[in-house]
């Protein structure tokens, strides 16, 4: 890894608060909650990967387990160079005691994300979520708990859980009250199926698609996402583990990129795929998509405000000089 990989500026639009629990603090949340810690088990795909997940996060019992990690991951992320994130929460009826639990695990995650910005220098925003699979009528509860709390730190919503599985139809009825709201709808599509998932929320024109790079199964759509400016989230080490694709040199990233497809960098679960924001820029780097292409994906597909786009941009011309700017295609 370079220099300029490892301490360059980088913006995260795509990290799962839960999957950012590294063993020392899971293990203190867990004990603190009267549980133990999960063992390590392995998957080979997305589904094996969300009984693993959920046994971490059901570890999870209050609002202060996820303002906990909401500091260790900013800490985290601030010293391999992140100076933007959006993170992700995902909203669990059986354990957060309804729309109301969840709506005060998301009120201390505010509070959380306002004192992740002020003491680690970044700009550290939310994106709740539902899950494919999980009771429309909870999810649409959930969400109108999301709009209620109006916090500016909540600037995106999202759709993750299992895709080729469940359909995400059932779910868009919620995602368009958030979109009413005014919040990005970033749902999971196009991982563990291909080209239908992602069409299947092109309706409601989510601005990017956390993950997505199955679009690259169908060239129309790959043409369709490149003219509309959407943003793919792409997640190399968890798109290896989870067999979305079979080595790093067969990814599709370059592809997409040489289609005029933007494509952001960032780690989904980090703890979990024992990977950090530095290794995936560096090993998006081995596939030509140098640290200031990286950026730019990620300020393009921000959710945030104006004034803060406009300081992510002044941080890119300041940190990449000429001489290390992206070469034309």
């Given at each position: 890894?370079?220099?300029?990989?490892?301490?360059?500026?980088?913006?995260?639009?795509?990290?799962?608060?839960?999957?950012?629990?590294?063993?020392?603090?899971?293990?203190?949340?867990?004990?603190?909650?009267?549980?133990?810690?999960?063992?390590?088990?392995?998957?080979?795909?997305?589904?094996?990967?969300?009984?693993?997940?959920?046994?971490?996060?059901?570890?999870?019992?209050?609002?202060?387990?996820?303002?906990?990690?909401?500091?260790?991951?900013?800490?985290?992320?601030?010293?391999?160079?992140?100076?933007?994130?959006?993170?992700?929460?995902?909203?669990?009826?059986?354990?957060?005691?309804?729309?109301?639990?969840?709506?005060?695990?998301?009120?201390?995650?505010?509070?959380?994300?306002?004192?992740?910005?002020?003491?680690?220098?970044?700009?550290?925003?939310?994106?709740?979520?539902?899950?494919?699979?999980?009771?429309?009528?909870?999810?649409?509860?959930?969400?109108?708990?999301?709009?209620?709390?109006?916090?500016?730190?909540?600037?995106?919503?999202?759709?993750?859980?299992?895709?080729?599985?469940?359909?995400?139809?059932?779910?868009?009825?919620?995602?368009?009250?958030?979109?009413?709201?005014?919040?990005?709808?970033?749902?999971?599509?196009?991982?563990?199926?291909?080209?239908?998932?992602?069409?299947?929320?092109?309706?409601?024109?989510?601005?990017?698609?956390?993950?997505?790079?199955?679009?690259?199964?169908?060239?129309?759509?790959?043409?369709?996402?490149?003219?509309?400016?959407?943003?793919?989230?792409?997640?190399?080490?968890?798109?290896?583990?989870?067999?979305?694709?079979?080595?790093?040199?067969?990814?599709?990233?370059?592809?997409?990129?040489?289609?005029?497809?933007?494509?952001?960098?960032?780690?989904?679960?980090?703890?979990?795929?024992?990977?950090?924001?530095?290794?995936e820029y560096d090993l998006a780097a081995t596939l030509g998509t140098t640290p200031p292409e990286a950026f730019a994906?990620?300020?393009?597909?921000?959710?945030?405000?104006?004034?803060?786009?406009?300081?992510?941009?002044?941080?890119?011309?300041?940190?990449?000089?000429?001489?290390?700017?992206?070469?034309?295609?």
């Amino acid at each position: 890894m370079t220099p300029l990989q490892r301490d360059c500026p980088k913006i995260e639009l795509h990290v799962h608060v839960e999957g950012t629990a590294r063993p020392p603090t899971l293990g203190r949340i867990a004990t603190r909650n009267g549980l133990d810690v999960p063992p390590r088990r392995p998957f080979t795909d997305l589904y094996e990967f969300i009984a693993s997940y959920s046994e971490v996060a059901a570890r999870l019992r209050e609002p202060r387990d996820y303002r906990d990690l909401i500091l260790a991951y900013a800490a985290e992320a601030a010293t391999g160079g992140a100076v933007y994130i959006e993170a992700i929460v995902c909203a669990t009826d059986e354990r957060m005691g309804g729309a109301a639990g969840w709506a005060d695990i998301l009120a201390v995650s505010c509070d959380a994300a306002d004192e992740a910005s002020e003491r680690f220098d970044l700009e550290f925003n939310l994106t709740p979520e539902v899950y494919r699979g999980c009771d429309p009528e909870f999810a649409t509860a959930a969400t109108k708990a999301v709009t209620a709390i109006d916090h500016p730190r909540i600037v995106g919503f999202g759709l993750s859980g299992f895709e080729g599985r469940e359909p995400a139809t059932p779910y868009l009825n919620a995602a368009r009250i958030a979109v009413d709201a005014g919040l990005g709808f970033v749902p999971h599509a196009g991982e563990a199926a291909g080209p239908p998932s992602i069409r299947e929320v092109l309706a409601l024109r989510p601005p990017r698609i956390r993950h997505g790079v199955r679009a690259i199964e169908d060239p129309e759509l790959v043409a369709e996402l490149a003219e509309t400016g959407t943003v793919l989230d792409v997640t190399l080490t968890s798109n290896l583990l989870l067999g979305v694709t079979t080595d790093l040199a067969s990814h599709p990233l370059p592809l997409l990129r040489n289609a005029g497809v933007a494509c952001s960098i960032s780690t989904d679960d980090p703890a979990l795929f024992d990977t950090d924001l530095p290794r995936e820029y560096d090993l998006a780097a081995t596939l030509g998509t140098t640290p200031p292409e990286a950026f730019a994906a990620g300020l393009s597909g921000a959710l945030c405000s104006a004034a803060v786009k406009a300081r992510l941009a002044s941080i890119s011309r300041a940190a990449f000089r000429r001489g290390s700017e992206p070469s034309e295609r």
